[in-house]
């Protein structure tokens, strides 16, 4: 089963990519851009027909591993 | 005394670390990240670089790489443990340092000498060190320290914050701080200070005719206080 989920900075904590692609795309016309914010994004190919139970590994490897909650949040989709 | 470097694939400062190391008395040992054990030793070094490509986040996979449980270990049992660049940003992916280390702030890799102010002189690192500012140079892109307003809070009142940068008349302000980092911090301690991470690195200041011997003045000191 594939378990899909996004990893992205909390609400608050200084993205300065974000901040550039706004800045370029402000610069490219795009004017009404207020704000830019990036993240990652995976897929986990996980052994398993439960989904349940898959996202709930899932959940476990973001918290072990794929997202650094000091900085950042995981959802899973 | 006995000094341990860990080399993970990446690693790049590691061999510049173990010169600093036996240039000033340490009989250093290198160890391989998918080694089980570390040989009896009283320090462990964790070098700069860029372990696992900077894969995930920096320090993430070597954080939870096969060599690290003896070294968290090693850690936890008082042994010290000191993190230099790369080596901090896998401090804190371990959770054995609190706090993140962030891309700079000018989304630049930043490489030159900066100060920094020694702010605690009450751990083996820096006890009796006749300096109150070190010369120390810096290579990263990701060096900008952030953590919990908790966190930070807790640092201040047990005096963890090591090292700021700051000028060379020691003032710690927004113009000596070069990739944003929290509060100016350049290395934190944990509670016990027998860990300590730091972005500059001493190992490049060890020459007087190619760099400068702040680094120098860290390695002697340390040595001297393990004695």
Redesign the interface.
Known sequence: MKIKLTVTLKNG??D??GK?IQQTLNGMGFSNVEEVRQGKYFEVEVNEKNEDKAKSKVEEMCK???A?L??EDFKIL | MKSSVIIFPGSNCDRDMDVALKKFGFENQMIWHNDAKIPKCDLIVLPGGFSYGDY??CG?IAG?SKIIKSVIEFAKKGGLVLGICNGFQIL??TGLL???L??????EFICKNVFVKINDKNNKYFKNIDKDILELHIAHNEG?Y???KDELKMMNDNNLIAVSYCNNNGEINERSNPN?AIKNIAGIFNKEKNILGMMPHPERMIDKYLSGEDGSIFFKNLLNNLK
């Open positions: 904590v200084l300065p990519q550039a072990k591993l794929l650094n000091v900085i | 995930l986040r993430s939870k804190t992916e609190p706090g993140v962030q891309q700079n702030k000018n989304i900008n952030f953590c919990s944003g």
